[in-house]
C-alpha cells in the first residue's frame, strides 16, 4: 500500500474512541462468520485527528463538480438543479425505515406515493399504464423493447427482427435493441436535421417491428413529421418507441401518447429533477398503451374499489421483473415532491423555460461558431467547431479550457451527423445572467483560439488534475489518489 496515503498520519492521533473487542467478546459473530475470516491483528489505517479528517474530506468534496456549485449546460443529459426540499422529504424515517418486503398493509402509505406519480405521469406523457420498476434510463429502454419483442411473440409474428433507429438517436437506443435480439437499421436525418421521410419509407417492410424516436431530437430540433412516421410505421405494422430523455421540452406542452407512440420510458432523473449521476439511483419508468399493457413487468400496483393498494401479480404475458422489488423509492417519492411544487402550469413554465434559453444561447453563440440547422431549437441545440479546428483547436481542447472557467463542458462529438459537435443545453434552472456569462466565457476561448491556439490545447491550468491522455487514461486506471497527480 502506498506510503503517500498515509502522509497525513502520525502516530497516536485517533479521531474515534472505539473500544477494542476480545475474541470472547467477538464471538456471537462466529456463529455465522468463519472464525478464519477473523482479524488476528487491528487494520493498519491512517492515524488523524477528528479536524482533520473533516478537513481532508471537505477539501476532496471541494474538488468535485456538481450542479449545485456551477454551471452545467451538459445537452444530451438534461442536469438542472434538484429542489433540496425534495430531499428532506425524501429522507423522512417513515420512508427511510420501510422495508421493501414489509407486508401490504403495513406499505400502504408508500404504495399511494407510487400509485399517484404513475397516475401523473401517465397524463403527462398521454399513455394508459405504468411500471415504475426500471432504473434508468437505458433500463426503461429494454423494458419497452422487451414488451414489443413479446407482443410480436405472442402474435406468433417472429419476421419482425428489425428496430429502425435514426442516425440522431441516443446511442443506447441501438445498444438496446441490439441486446433484445434485433438488427438495427439506420434511418438518415433530412436538411432540417429530422428523420428523412423517403429513407424511413425504404426500409418498412414486414420485418420491421418498431421505430425508436425521441421528440425533440438529439439536435434538440421538433420532428415537425411525427404523425407522418407514426402513420407509415404502424400502416406497415411496427410500433414505435418514445426515448423520453428529452421531455424537459414538451412537458406540459405535447404528449408522446398523442403523437402515436406506443410504449415510452422517461428519465425521473432528468425531466422530473431527481438526483442525476455518479451511479444512481435513478428512475426510467416505462409508460404504454392498451396494446403492450399486458407485456408489462409484474407486479402492477392497483387499487381496489374499498381504496387499498395491492400488487398484481396475476399477469401471464407479462416480460417479467427487471429490477428488485418495485423501483428505486427515494426518487418517487422526489419526482412527486417536484410535481406537486409546480403544478399543471408550472410543469408546462418549465418547458417554456427550456427552450427560451436554449434558443437565447444558440443565437447569442452562432456568430462565433457553426451553426449546422440554423432553426428554432427546443431544449438543447448543437454547434460545430469546425471553425475552431481549421485555428488547430479541436472541440475537446474548447471543452477542457472551459473547466478553467468553473463551467462543466457540454457534450461533445455528439450527434456524430455534426463535425466537431458541440451540444448545449442550459434547463429551465438558470438565470440570464448566467447564460451571458457563460456566451462572454464562450466568446473569450474562441479569441484565444484565434491569437493563441497552443494555450487553449494545453488546457485545463486550474482544475484539481492537468490534462491527462485519455486513452492511456482509459488503458491503465489509477484508482487511488496520491500527491503526484498534482
Request: glycine letters at 8%.
Amino acid at each position: 500500500m502506498s506510503k503517500l496515503i498515509f502522509e497525513k498520519s502520525r502516530k497516536g492521533r485517533v479521531c474515534a474512541n472505539i473500544p477494542l473487542l476480545s475474541k470472547e467478546e467477538l464471538k456471537p459473530v462466529s456463529d455465522f462468520m468463519p472464525e478464519s475470516y477473523l482479524r488476528e491483528e487491528n487494520p493498519v489505517l491512517p492515524e488523524v485527528s477528528e479536524l482533520e479528517l473533516i478537513r481532508h474530506f471537505s477539501e476532496l468534496a471541494r474538488k468535485n463538480f456538481s450542479i449545485d456549485s456551477a454551471f452545467y449546460p451538459l445537452g444530451s443529459c438534461t442536469m438542472k438543479y434538484n429542489p433540496k426540499i425534495n430531499e428532506l422529504i425524501s429522507r423522512n424515517e417513515k420512508f427511510t425505515n420501510l422495508h421493501p418486503k414489509a407486508p401490504e398493509n403495513q406499505s400502504q402509505g408508500a404504495m399511494e406515493i407510487m400509485f399517484i406519480l404513475g397516475e401523473y405521469l401517465k397524463e403527462i406523457s398521454g399513455f394508459k399504464a405504468i411500471t415504475l420498476q426500471p432504473a434508468a434510463g437505458a433500463h426503461g429502454e429494454l423494458t419497452g423493447i422487451l414488451m414489443i419483442k413479446k407482443y410480436f411473440e405472442k402474435r406468433g409474428d417472429k419476421k419482425r427482427n428489425k428496430v429502425l433507429v435514426p442516425d440522431t438517436a441516443h446511442g443506447t437506443n441501438p445498444a438496446t435493441a441490439g441486446m433484445c435480439g434485433f438488427k438495427v437499421v439506420e434511418l438518415k436525418s433530412n436538411n432540417k436535421g429530422q428523420v428523412d421521410i423517403e429513407s424511413l419509407k425504404s426500409n418498412l417492410d414486414d420485418t420491421v417491428a418498431a421505430i425508436m424516436l425521441t421528440n425533440p431530437n438529439t439536435l434538440g430540433i421538433f420532428e415537425e413529421d411525427i404523425l407522418k412516421i407514426s402513420s407509415l410505421v404502424h400502416n406497415a405494422g411496427g410500433l414505435q418507441y418514445y426515448d423520453g430523455a428529452n421531455l424537459n421540452a414538451i412537458m406540459g406542452i405535447a404528449r408522446p401518447g398523442d403523437m402515436g407512440f406506443d410504449v415510452c420510458h422517461l428519465n425521473l432523473h432528468k425531466t422530473f429533477s431527481t438526483p442525476h449521476g455518479g451511479g444512481g439511483p435513478g428512475a426510467g419508468v416505462v409508460c404504454c398503451n392498451e396494446k403492450l399493457e399486458p407485456f408489462l413487468p409484474l407486479p402492477i400496483l392497483r387499487k381496489d374499489n374499498k381504496g387499498k393498494y395491492f400488487w398484481d401479480y396475476d399477469r401471464k404475458d407479462s416480460i417479467g421483473k427487471v429490477k428488485a422489488y418495485y423501483g428505486n423509492f427515494g426518487m418517487f417519492v422526489r419526482a412527486l415532491a417536484y410535481i406537486w411544487a409546480n403544478g399543471k402550469e408550472g410543469l408546462k413554465q418549465v418547458s417554456h423555460d427550456a427552450v427560451l434559453n436554449a434558443n437565447y444561447l444558440k443565437n447569442k453563440l452562432k456568430e462565433y461558431f457553426d451553426l449546422p440547422y440554423d432553426i428554432d431549437c427546443m431544449h438543447e441545440f448543437v454547434l460545430s467547431g469546425k471553425r475552431q479546428k481549421k485555428q488547430g483547436v479541436s472541440t475537446l481542447s474548447l471543452a477542457k479550457r472551459l473547466l478553467d472557467f468553473g463551467v462543466h463542458a457540454p457534450t461533445i462529438y455528439f450527434p456524430l451527423v455534426v463535425p466537431e459537435a458541440i451540444m448545449i443545453e442550459p434547463t429551465e434552472t438558470e438565470s440570464k445572467e448566467q447564460l451571458d456569462n457563460f456566451v462572454e466565457i464562450m466568446k473569450q476561448i474562441t479569441q484565444e483560439i484565434s491569437t493563441k491556439p497552443e494555450f487553449v490545447n494545453g488546457a485545463p491550468y486550474n482544475t484539481p488534475v492537468r490534462r491527462v491522455n485519455e486513452t492511456q487514461a482509459a488503458r491503465n486506471l489509477s484508482l487511488c489518489w496520491s500527491s503526484s497527480c498534482n
